[in-house]
């Protein structure tokens, strides 16, 4: 069975965590999946950085309230609370950064 592990990133400093946490799984375990899924503050920190590489997806909620635009390359979900919802029915397991 595959490890699959969603890491929620609501502030920039969660963020980099979540960052150094995927960093950290993939290292200990290649075949693991994760995300990071980023709302709140962390999406424009993210946008900021320029690292929109998977595995980070951003909340299409928050870009919308924030008034922010993704670049085409972005990963987003229309809503951080359904992607998370869905990925725990799915059993996936959750850690928030």
Request: charged share 15%; proline share 8%; with cysteine.
């Amino acid at each position: 069975m595959v490890l699959r592990l969603l890491i929620h990133a609501p502030t920039p400093a969660a963020l980099a965590r979540a960052r150094s946490n995927a960093r950290n799984l993939l290292r200990a375990d290649p075949t693991a999946e994760v995300e990071i899924v980023a709302n709140a503050g962390a999406v424009p920190a993210a946008l900021d950085s320029g690292e929109l590489e998977p595995p980070l997806l951003l909340c299409g909620n928050t870009l919308a309230a924030q008034d922010l635009t993704a670049p085409q390359s972005a990963r987003i979900v229309p809503a951080a609370v359904l992607h998370i919802a869905t990925r725990q029915h799915d059993g996936w397991a959750y850690m928030r950064a």
